[in-house]
């Protein structure tokens, strides 16, 4: 049976070439595009999967509570570890820490020649750490291979590549950043592309003790880079060890009068979706993006769908003697279902392979977007065939299922005489399905003109600073590479087109932040923090800030002068900004003299307010030299750059970057929701209009006898392509004035995570009716005049 049903949906479709063309054209397009889109969530929702008691792994977070707000870090205090073993001991198995750096790996060949020279990231790991987390190991073990100063644990990869092959890695050394040597004790499988954890060189916390001059029993010096996870005991309930957390943190923390320090506990499954904690991975995707691009894929779906339903309920006349002649040679409204609804299950197969073809021809372009190594195996991942299967029996049942009770539930009688009407093929409804599919359509057209409005504004937005043109070229802060600090920018400065440098730890807006109490004018502790910038006395020209009052400090090698930001004035509740000038200021412990105020500038993204800023010169901690340079000869300097620096630092390695990429970073998610929303905002559109061209196809052709009949009587072209037009445009406008207060909704939440933004006005709502409008117009009209102009004679001769 379902062989005959499969043989005659074939040779209805193929006889309404026209129609089947359509339907999977945009059944194609809207499948691909949801396996797109599935692909790219399930490689997001696997990070950090198939750890060995996962459920009971997490991840111990600080943060912060005060008058301006909630702060959180991934870091945790570097003595936390050690206090979570002793007071948990009921309810914790296990406690780890691991702690991030980086720098030069040198590796010397069997004559004792350099070989390999590399900058990589590397982090402090204790052993209990990989008792936590059950990676695989192909050499060593985690009990024994980090037990000890100075050994150090490589990926396979890494030993690949630093040694050759990976087999003959352990026993070997590695040099760090021309310092010490580490001992290799083991190899641990490569990290996947979807884990938080990009653990290529692991060395013994044990090391880290010993090298780091910094206290292990210091509570009040947090850093993004120290991070703990602890393993729950088994039977043990997460919210035990939570409600216990703020004793603990009273117990250690000290009690400040301007903030409430505190821990809490992150489920290693939450770490990834995160965007106000981060990983080591720094690959976050939080969840409300993914449910936004299953939505898009839902609109997608639907809107091929709607398409495919309009076009079946306006065949149904043109089929309706067949219905009855079935019904009168004995057929069964559930046998004629069952037929229909195999033409859809054809169509949608069919469009399924085209959605294949389509989906690899498109992948290259999402990893491009995404930055991410997903693909489209069946093999590797069977649930992406699942998913595929899913969607062929949802979309035919979907699409199909309705148009088969219409046409199903024919009169027989009424069919074989040829008196069904198009009403009988469901108008009202395909009207509302229209209205829906445009509705969805305008949504997404005024969403992209708004968050393209928005990224241009942040591209023009001025910062308060001069980002343009600037290089930050990474310098080290050992005792012999600041004794070369002049000589570098003396050697920088000469470089035909570079106007001026600075040495700082970070430029004026920075993602690299760190937050410090102080005292004003002798009083207490201020009842705020301030963001505090390293720098020499040339980052204010370098930069372009601008004074509203004083002057930059003079040169020096540590904390003598400082200068600060409007907002930290402000906060202080100082009026006159000349007032300040001269008032002691004591910081990081050392007493200095306020000699300026720039005017704001920000120094976060655009998603958060300017915070209070303090500047101030302490050369140790420097981290970059900016160096600021003729726009037009950049491609010429910058290879100057890399040369002198390699010159002065042979025993270094060169990394550089510009301001303006490092700025951009803020707003990579918004950057690829942007395209996201023009990608399928124009598949959307293109699949709505495809249909629309399908719709007025077929009520061109049911309506032929009344227009030959109209220009019999004398209308005009003019008339006759406006009554075919004039319904199509009614419910464009009314999908327009339906979608506009969807859409002001959606943007207006959107616009809400950005402390400046762009106001909601009028003109992309009246665009995004033009836009539907004039395509619509332009769409039917071409269809309509084609059925206007056809030969009378020929339209009423077979009547």
């Not at 210091?218 to 919210?239: A, M, P, R, T």
């Not at 821990?263 to 080591?280: K, M, P, R, V």
Request: glycine fraction near 6%; include cysteine.
């Amino acid at each position: 049976m379902f062989k005959l049903n499969l043989k005659i949906a074939w040779r209805n479709l193929w006889k309404n070439k026209g129609y089947t063309l359509i339907n999977v054209l945009g059944l194609s397009i809207g499948m691909a595009s949801c396996i797109l889109i599935f692909i790219f969530i399930r490689y997001q929702i696997s990070f950090d999967e198939g750890f060995k008691n996962e459920d009971r792994i997490y991840r111990i977070t600080t943060n912060w509570t005060s008058a301006d707000g909630f702060f959180e870090s991934q870091g945790v205090p570097k003595p936390a570890p050690a206090a979570l073993r002793n007071d948990f001991k009921n309810q914790i198995e296990k406690v780890g820490a691991i702690c991030q750096d980086g720098g030069i790996i040198k590796v010397k060949d069997d004559a004792g020649k350099e070989k390999i020279k590399t900058m990589e990231d590397i982090f402090y790991a204790e052993p209990e750490f990989f008792q936590i987390m059950s990676f695989e190991w192909l050499q060593g073990n985690p009990v024994q291979s980090l037990s000890q100063p100075n050994t150090v644990v490589l990926s396979k990869d890494m030993a690949t590549k630093l040694f050759g092959d990976w087999n003959k890695a352990v026993g070997r050394t590695i040099n760090y950043q021309n310092r010490e040597d580490f001992t290799v004790t083991g190899i641990l499988q490569e990290m996947p592309e979807n884990s938080s954890f990009p653990l290529n060189i692991v060395v013994s916390y044990q090391t880290f003790k010993n090298h780091r001059n910094e206290k292990f029993d210091n509570w009040g010096n947090v850093s993004s880079s120290d991070e703990c996870y602890f393993l729950l005991k088994d039977g043990v309930s997460i919210d035990e060890v939570r409600g216990a957390l703020p004793k603990f943190s009273e117990k250690y923390f000290e009690k400040d009068a301007i903030s409430k320090q505190e821990i809490n506990a992150q489920a290693l499954s939450e770490i990834h979706y995160n965007e106000n904690l981060g990983n080591f991975s720094n690959d976050v995707m939080p969840k409300k993006e993914l449910y936004g691009l299953g939505i898009i894929g839902a609109f997608l779906m639907l809107t091929a769908c709607i398409n495919f339903i309009n076009l079946a309920t306006a065949q149904a006349v043109s089929r309706s003697k067949e219905v009855g002649v079935r019904k009168v040679m004995g057929s069964l409204r559930k046998q004629l279902i069952f037929q229909f609804l195999t033409e859809t299950l054809t169509i949608s197969v069919f469009a399924l392979l085209v959605a294949c073809v389509l989906t690899e021809v498109a992948l290259p372009g999402m990893k491009s977007l995404f930055h991410d190594n997903i693909s489209f195996s069946i093999t590797s991942h069977p649930v992406i065939l699942v998913f595929m299967i899913g969607l062929v029996l949802i979309v035919s049942f979907l699409a199909g299922f309705y148009p088969a009770m219409v046409m199903s539930g024919f009169s027989p009688a009424l069919a074989i005489k040829n008196k069904i009407t198009a009403n009988a093929g469901g108008l009202s409804l395909r009207k509302i399905l229209v209205v829906v599919q445009f509705s969805i359509t305008v949504i997404l057209i005024i969403g992209t003109l708004v968050v393209l409005r928005q990224m241009n504004y942040m591209r023009e937005k001025p910062l308060g600073f001069n980002p343009s043109a600037i290089a930050m070229v990474g310098v080290r802060n050992d005792s012999l590479s600041l004794m070369k600090y002049q000589i570098l920018q003396d050697r920088f400065s000469k470089i035909p087109g570079v106007l001026t440098t600075s040495f700082c730890r970070n430029g004026p807006s920075s993602s690299n932040n760190n937050e410090s109490n102080f005292r004003y004018d002798g009083s207490e502790k201020a009842n705020f923090q301030v963001n505090t910038k390293i720098a020499d006395e040339y980052y204010f020209k370098t930069f372009g800030l601008k004074f509203v009052a004083g002057k930059g400090f003079s040169k020096s090698d540590t904390i003598k002068e400082v200068v600060v930001n409007e907002t930290t004035l402000k906060k202080l509740n100082v009026v006159d900004f000349n007032d300040a000038l001269g008032k002691k200021i004591k910081i990081f412990g050392k007493e200095a003299t306020l000699v300026g105020v720039v005017k704001d500038f920000n120094n976060l993204s655009l998603h958060e307010p300017i915070s209070p800023v303090l500047i101030t010169s302490i050369k140790e901690n420097y981290q970059n030299i900016a160096v600021k340079m003729d726009s037009k000869q950049i491609l010429s300097i910058m290879p100057q750059i890399e040369k002198i620096w390699n010159d002065t630092y042979p025993e270094n390695f060169y990394q550089a970057s510009f301001v303006e990429d490092d700025i951009s970073q803020y707003y990579e998610t918004e950057r690829v929701m942007g395209v996201l929303f023009k990608v399928f905002a124009g598949v959307i559109i293109f699949i709505s209009f495809i249909g629309l061209f399908g719709l007025i196809s077929f009520v061109a052709t049911q309506r032929t006898k009344e227009v030959a009949i109209r220009k019999v009587l004398g209308a005009s072209t003019i008339e006759l392509v406006k009554m075919l037009n004039g319904s199509f445009l009614l419910m464009v406008f009314i999908a327009n004035v339906i979608a506009w207060p969807l859409a002001y909704l959606f943007v207006s939440k959107w616009l809400s995570g950005f402390t400046y933004r762009i106001e909601v006005s009028i003109w992309p709502f009246a665009l995004a009716m033009i836009i539907s409008m004039l395509i619509t117009l332009i769409t039917v009209s071409f269809r309509s005049l084609k059925a206007v102009r056809a030969n009378t004679i020929d339209a009423l001769k077979y009547e």
